[in-house]
């Protein structure tokens, strides 16, 4: 069965620290990825996506991810961490054998970052 | 622009009511989508809207689940007789062509509390 896995529930690192937080997915061929970031309070908001090409891919507020195909992995990376990006984060894949669910998207439970001062 | 809306923000039920929960979508996306998230879970589909085309109900874990959209563009979610278990957060979100290359935009959510 499809899945995504975040493994670590939260994350704690200090401001400035460099950040990796960990997806890794069950698929029978390469996916769509993406990574959202929900805020408290708000709505989920598209960081970046992998669709296909370069395996590093640039996102918004100075992320990125890393695709490794031998390893299904898909982890999000930022070099230094401000306290605003506190929030929660989710990774999702988008099937891409199945056209009849070309719509859906596979969630991981998410990985909550909590940001020491 | 204006983003996706969601209302009411909080809703606290007693056991055994229904309850109605809306989405405006952003104007001129065609595909909505409903899902649920519960505490340490990810996000669980419910429903997805596109255009005119039958919904995708498949994600609905009752039959006490319902949803419509109206001309293309208001979503509501009903859910009947309440059960704790439906305690969650009811998120919504629009795309422009609802494919799952398509950045979803999502509303803040609606977090239902069933007494």
């Known amino acids: 069965a499809q899945s995504v896995t975040q493994p670590d529930i939260h994350i704690t690192v200090s401001e400035g620290a460099s950040l990796e937080l960990r997806c890794n997915y069950s698929?029978?061929?390469?996916?769509?990825l993406f990574w959202y970031v929900q805020s408290p309070g708000q709505g989920l908001q598209l960081l970046l996506k992998?669709?296909?090409?370069d395996t590093l891919v640039q996102g918004i507020k100075g992320f990125e991810a890393e695709f490794k195909r031998s390893q299904s992995s898909f982890n999000l990376r930022k070099p230094s961490v401000h306290w605003s990006d506190a929030a929660e984060y989710f990774c999702?894949?988008?099937?891409?054998?199945?056209?009849?669910?070309?719509?859906?998207?596979?969630w991981g439970a998410g990985t909550k970052l909590i940001i020491k001062p | 622009g204006a983003g996706v809306s969601q209302s009411p923000s909080n809703k606290v039920t007693e056991k055994g009511k229904d309850v109605e929960l809306r989405c405006d979508p952003i104007?001129?996306?065609?595909?909505l989508y409903w899902y649920r998230q519960s505490l340490g879970q990810g996000l669980e589909f419910l429903i997805y809207?596109?255009?005119?085309?039958?919904?995708?109900k498949s994600g609905l874990p009752s039959d006490r689940f319902s949803a419509e959209r109206t001309g293309g563009s208001v979503s509501t979610l009903t859910i009947q007789r309440t059960q704790q278990e439906d305690s969650a957060v009811y998120l919504c979100?629009?795309?422009?062509?609802?494919?799952?290359?398509?950045?979803?935009?999502f509303g803040p959510g609606t977090r239902l509390t069933v007494l």
């Open positions: 992998y669709f296909s090409g």
């Open positions: 809207f596109q255009g005119n085309s039958a919904p995708d």
């Open positions: 999702a894949v988008g099937p891409t054998l199945n056209m009849d669910s070309n719509y859906q998207l596979i």
């Open positions: 979100a629009s795309s422009w062509t609802g494919t799952n290359t398509d950045t979803q935009y």
């Open positions: 698929y029978g061929a390469t996916p769509y």
């Open positions: 104007s001129g996306h065609t595909a």
